[in-house]
């Protein structure tokens, strides 16, 4: 399975962004980690075919993830970016708990 995201940029605080993997074929779950300067990479967020999904604690009622399953794509809508939020996004491929596979990052700045 190939990856290929695109919707990274710079935002303000506050601000939204959303990005969109599209994926070569079907896979179970689809997500996206983060992976900030100095830090490990973390979940964001992922979400099986059927609609069951993972949120990490510092993004819950900020982000929403979503899938078209018709079009293999994922989506990340960033409500009220922080500037914490900071970091290369990560589309992912796999099951739920473990990305199988990984797309190329796409880099989000939150900065006034």
């Known amino acids: 399975v190939q990856l290929q995201a695109s919707g990274g940029g710079l935002v303000q605080p506050g601000n939204s962004l959303r990005l969109s993997c599209a994926a070569s074929?079907?896979?179970?779950?689809m997500g996206w980690y983060r992976q900030a300067p100095g830090k490990q990479r973390e979940l964001v967020a992922t979400m099986t075919r059927s609609g069951s999904t993972i949120y990490a604690d510092s993004v819950k009622g900020r982000f929403t993830i979503s899938r078209d399953n018709a079009k293999n794509t994922v989506y990340l809508q960033m409500n009220s970016l922080k500037p914490e939020d900071t970091a290369v996004y990560y589309c992912?491929?796999?099951?739920?708990?473990?990305?199988?596979?990984w797309g190329q990052g796409t880099q989000v700045t939150v900065s006034s």
């Open positions: 992912t491929a796999g099951t739920l708990v473990r990305p199988d596979y």
């Open positions: 074929g079907r896979a179970f779950s």
